[in-house]
Nanobody, 119 residues
Framework: VQLQASGGGLVQAGESLRLSCAAS?????????MGWYRQAPGKQRELVAG???????NYADSVKGRFTISRDNAKNTVYLQMNSLKPEDTAVYYC?????????????WGQGTQVTVPA
């Protein structure tokens, strides 16, 4: 299983970005929850947003009302629409997927994509 993230970049405060993360090599496995985490320099990795297979979502307080997570199960892809970006959103963003194969849980991570919002 591989997760390929894309969509990061450098934008000005107030602008938007859309991150995508596609899972491949899943075979007959079931992708359960998916999510986005971020890690800023000198800080711990934190959950930004998560989404279950049935589309229940949760968000970090710092992004509520600005970010929207969604998924396309047919494409094994999760998205993160980020609006009204702030300098404090600057971080490397990682996608995560919980995948069950033969009833065994596995946690998978994408390679990370940099989001930079200059002050």
């Amino acid at each position: 299983v591989q997760l390929q993230a894309s969509g990061g970049g450098l934008v000005q405060a107030g602008e938007s970005l859309r991150l995508s993360c596609a899972a491949s090599g899943t075979g007959f496995s079931i992708i359960s929850s998916m999510g986005w985490y971020r890690q800023a320099p000198g800080k711990q990795r934190e959950l930004v947003a998560g989404i279950t297979r049935s589309d229940s979502t949760n968000y970090a307080d710092s992004v509520k009302g600005r970010f929207t997570i969604s998924r396309d199960n047919a494409k094994n892809t999760v998205y993160l629409q980020m609006n009204s970006l702030k300098p404090e959103d600057t971080a490397v963003y990682y996608c995560n997927a919980v995948i069950y194969a033969m009833a065994k849980r596995g946690d998978y991570w994408g390679q990370g994509t940099q989001v930079t919002v200059p002050a």
